[in-house]
């Protein structure tokens, strides 16, 4: 169950020969009717093709829309003026068959760069998604898979939460591998609500729970030219527009699901064995803490530490002592899983309790920087020869 | 020929079982009289304990120095108060053998973190490095290799330069595999001239020297704990204290010394399988040229592209588009190995002569901002399996 969780949202996943491999490349989420919608987008200035197109839609519309529409296995991005075009063509042909207006449509792309859309393809692949639209999980499923690229499991979530006496739900779907990091957008997420919400606190919801979830977490340090996240709100379960309490909930319930979401990009991260959280407290304002968090969590080396659960705390001072970040070393506390790892500027000799820990399919990295007040924490995985395999491979 | 091509100069490499593999260790070069002596250092807030020491004794000596004395397989970083002491015991045993003051000697040491020096070992090998010392090419040889960690080959150099009508000598070797970024200060560097230069503009040339070439090389993006690079001046040539033409010879062979030395750091890059340089041009200022071409060579992404040979362009634009420079990605002209492949935000479809330039070893990538007058520079390596591999078995 995911984005078909909300009454009055149709999915579909089908193919529509874009990927040489069979698999699904073309994802449709539908409303039955017209919803509040809004985006975030990559602040990469090489935006693509759909990037551009959805912000300009979204602008038109006033923050409306009736249907999501994504290609995987072609990013239409550094494709000029031609890109735009075929993006255009594809906006067309789905508001076309779906009877909406053009500026209802939003669309996203990835996969690979620098090619042409194969548009006449990909319309004949929209009328089988057009279709196959419905509301059973099994859709919302369909939906999930044909957005993946080396994605190797579909990731949804759904949340409920109360405005007034009704029950509301929030769904999503997500795909996101390689080229993912965070401070930026995002990758591709899908989320739709059954809540009555404004356009401006859509927007705003979706603002925070972003910044708060795909923005707190990289597989590699490299932000995508087509990073993007939709919401529609369509108001079918019946409630008042929310506000107070009820907006509340939303917000809650939004942040849970992108927060599971999130979790689920980092797990299935390009050729990743495991997950580390790294968490910094009292840096001297909260951008030093991200600046220490990002180093960390982005250096290959710390990363091959944890593929090869490997006590190398030095890696981690490494990457902490060339940030940025203004602090005395000698009062550095890391903690590993828990137990110290540094503390007065010495390396604690690594018991075999750690070394258990390092073991553990998500590892807390603990920083205490003993220097002010700022905190903030990043989620990421291990680097592992599958990643350069995948990479060094794979036109992406 | 290397540290020992410049005159009054000896040299010894020799194993005092701090590796367990039974290569050598322990590296000393020797001035045969008191010289002007310079180092440049690691900016990173955990500074090893030789690193504190070697400062602190140039500082005492007012830039003089007799000896370089360096162990390798374990970096003394992270150790605290007793590291500070190791380092201390190691440097005054070295003195004492060779009969210098203790403010004369320097130390650096590289590979392991956080494990204290097996001090008596180490003054064991001390008594065999000096009675091995000698000036022959051999020696320089033994001095390069007992500083190797995962370097596959030792890296050395060597210049001549002319003083009045006097021929002097730079000499140089280096070591520097994984944990190797720029914009820092370098990596393990030894380097000697028998020209005679007071400690003041020794150590201007040698800032400015290491600005232009280790600065200015990549392999992971990760500074190290125990950077150091160290030149000592014994005039033992017998030329005039060096100025005017004849300080800007030794500066363009010191220059070259470093820069054949840097390459062949980025060439050994852990893993690597192939160099490419960096060159972004008319960026709106050299920060923000530095911060491009810095993006682009630590990009998981790009360097794996080089890796596979592929001609991903999107992955550069990706890098580029998402490093804070501030530019019109429709003006930007990349070029790989001469030939356009992105213009007018558009990739441009890889032709077969731009396919066989990606297996060239060093390839190309030059990058025309269009926004204003900013250039910068970076050599930076690939990334493989046999990186991976290395960091998530090797303890650094």
Known sequence: MSVVAARGFLASGVWSAIKGSGKPDLSLIVSERGA???????????????VLESVRRLAESGGRAQAFVAV??????????????DSLAVSRETARLLGIPLRHVLIASTGTMGRRLPVDRVKRGLKKAVKSLGSAPANGLAAARAIM??????????????????????GGCAKGVGM?????????????????????????????????????????????TNDTAFIMANGAAGAAPLS?????????ALGGVCRELASGLVRDGEGASRTFRVMVMRARTATEADLAAR???DSALVKTMFYGRQPNWGRIAQALGACGAVFDPARVIVRVGGLVAIRGGMAVEPK??????????EVAVTIDLAAGRGNAEILTCDLTEKYIRINAGYLS
Request: glycine share 10%; proline share 5%.
């Open 36 to 50: 509040s919608a809004a985006g975030v987008f990559t602040r990469n200035l090489f935006r693509a093709a759909p």
């Open 72 to 85: 995987s296995g072609n990013s239409n991005s550094l494709t000029g003026g031609a890109g735009i075009r």
């Open 149 to 170: 690229t080396t994605d190797t499991v579909p990731k949804q979530s759904v949340a409920e939460f109360k405005a007034g006496s009704v029950t509301c739900h929030v």
């Open 180 to 224: 993912v990091s965070p401070s930026m957008a995002t990758i591709l997420v899908f989320l739709t609500t059954d809540a009555e919400i404004p356009a401006g606190p859509l927007r705003k919801s979706l603002q925070e729970a972003v910044a708060g979830t795909f923005n707190r977490i990289t597989v590699d340090g490299q932000m995508s």
């Open 244 to 252: 107070g309490t009820g907006l509340k909930g939303f917000k809650a």
């Open 295 to 297: 180093a960390i969590a």
């Open 352 to 361: 075999f309790a750690m070394l258990t820990r390092l073991a553990d399919p």
